[in-house]
């Protein structure tokens, strides 16, 4: 079974049934062997931000250092996106590997006349998921209710009950305390759960169990919010009976607050976790789509609010940003409350109307019903994306322009701002193939097509209406363009296109207008086939720029200890500067595997001295730290960038950096410094790679840096194997679909073992990976030996002018 087979397979499965109950679920893992059973489970309901709330103790229980399942549900792009360990999707394989092993029990099911739900079977898939990966806690957040829900078939080790309010009350009941009695249901054995009901529903769920009460007052655990920060955090307060927590947060709201009081006791009950880890946490807690500010100029808002209490909550954060006119998005589901939803929100200038592509979304004449005594001007757009596209046109600076109604219409609304395309190197009929069938064509059309795509070829992810137009258009052209055979309504499709820049300039000329919401793909394609010429604000921009590495350290895998005095550094500074160097990185701490962790303050002792010494010279100083504080020092001691290892790991770095308005490097690191014994599984190392530092620049972005200043860097050697590095190298130029900088930094690393290279037999490879990464369009290599570096770049663009 192919990975596009699998998939299908369970789109295909009903979405809903008359049955309630686990019976179902239970069966099928049974057939699986009750892998559920050696795992540790913690279960979140409620009726609005539980998914906020297991996210929250997700990112917690792994500052903790544990090893985290997290399930959640709905998805925006892919339904991978509910089921992680560690953050990383479930792999490809083993979602085939995993339908391959299922389908036989659901055929029996079948035969039996009880037909397994798409959300049951994805349940199963995610607590077998969690047992292989041998998870420390799996965090499953409930779908509906709690007493009948797939995810009951376990046995929690700590629960939560966010809040109650009614909804599915054909299902869950007909009052608030019959929704909450069922809710309640999912309240472990030997701990008591973890809620922020209030009034009748608190009331209700005290007949059921006994409960840890979270709020902002009058509770056992006090949870408050705080004052903004920025634009995108606000401070967060959490106070138990002898433990206090302060930190930042960004996620915004006295609501959000509260699910960080119930992350946080839930944290504490399962693993006893210590405060700095719980305030760590919280603050590096993203969830997409839940009040995410895309833009400041103008604003701009996306949330997924989706019932009546949200939509208020929604609108209590909108007022709080100051703003000139409204230009609300709007779209929902059939079987929402639009009236109640319409009124809660804010009195908007212009309201947009549409419809996400799914088949629950309400129609036009419903939602003008809704809107029709609140809305100054009404507009209904055929998609979601044209309807972004309008609102952002008419919008001025200083005007608000907020995506809501629900998680679908902010999924596509948001892939404005993450949609990506992917230049492919393709010199080979074997190369094209290879690109076409992961991308989920079918082999027999892969073989007609591969002879068209060894051209200029670019992979993206687009809705399907959208994939199905570009197809069209492309191939109307001359162009080639195939889209994958997943079916996944509502989601992206993999859609491969190939031909001259000619044709893509066509292309982008004629897709600007569409009525699907284009105009933002035409932009990414001009910028990516564009050849014109930038201003040479850094050393990067005019050539391949030679980063000079300055350890002070005592215990640097490479050249430990022999710059850790001031004068040594300065002396090696000197001698970099006369070889060519372009930029020079100070590094105060090793992140090599099994490196003593230092202190903020030891490191800047180390630094600092070195930095004050070596500044203010033509050549720019950056700073190696994973740690806010140490970057701000560096600044302030007169460094010119910032490199972190850690991919924006401190919250604070993102900041610190648009604050001093500097340049940072933003790796791909799934541990700094680097743990030999955690390994991470790739369907594509260099897709993932791209899509994981796609998140990062975003995060870098709404701190106020221009993306020709967030230097992207895929981490060689930080989670991967050599066969991995040695593929990122090959195709780095893949990276140009983030429209960042890209560095390498690849000196003397362990992937040359891979070729028979010994630690003192490195420096040759190193060179021969730092010609082709210049050739393949890095803008910095990052080095130990200069001179020698310096020299093969000074080939590469000599080879490149000869050419020319």
Known sequence: MEYHEAVNYLESLDRSRPKLGTETTARMLSALGNPHEGVDCVQIAGSNGKGSTAVMLERVLREADLDVGLYTSPDLNDFRERIRTNGQKVSKDFVRSFTEEIKPSLSRLRGDGDSPTYFEVLTVLALQYFASQDVDVAILEVGIGGRHDATSVVEPVASAVTNVSLEHTDVLGETVEEIARDKAQVSPDGKRLVTSAVGDALEAIRTETAVVTVGEAEADIIAREGEMTSQVETTVSIRGPEWTVSTNSPLLGQHQATNAGIAATLARQVANVETGAIER????????????????????????????????????LVDRYEFDGLHLVFGAMKEKDHSRM?????????????????SRA??????????????????????????????????DGDDCVLVTGSLYVVAEARDRWTQLQIPKQVETLDAARSILSEASVQDGFTNHVAKDTVTHTFKTRLREKQAAYLQQTMQSIGGTCVVSEIASPGRHVSVVLSGTVAQYERLADAIENSELGLSYVSERFGEVISDGEEADRYPWDADTAVMGILNVTPDSFYDGGQYDQVEDAVQRFREMSSSGVDIVDVGGESTRPGADPITVEEEIERVIPVIERISGTDVPVSIDTRRAAVADAALEAGADIINDVSGLADPDMRFVAADHDVPVVVMHSVDAPVDPDRSTTYDDVVEDVIRELSQRVLLAERAGLDRDQIIVDPGLGFGKSATECFELVDRLGELRALGCPIMVGHSHKSMFERVDCSLDERLLPTVATTTMAAERGADIVRVHDVAENAAAIRTVREMATTDR
Do not use: K, Y
């Open 281 to 316: 946490g919280l603050r590096s807690a993203h969830w997409p789509g839940r009040f995410e500010v895309m833009s400041t100029d103008p604003l701009v808002i996306l949330d997924g609010a989706h019932n009546p209490a949200a939509c208020e909550t929604l609108s209590d």
């Open 362 to 395: 309400a129609s036009f004449d419903t939602l003008t019903g809704a809107f029709e005594t609140s809305a100054t001007r009404i507009q209904q757009d055929e998609t979601v994306q044209t309807a972004v596209e309008r609102a952002l046109e008419s919008a």
């Open 342 to 358: 319409a009124a809660a929100l804010p009195e908007s200038d212009v309201l947009h109307l549409c419809q996400p592509a799914v």
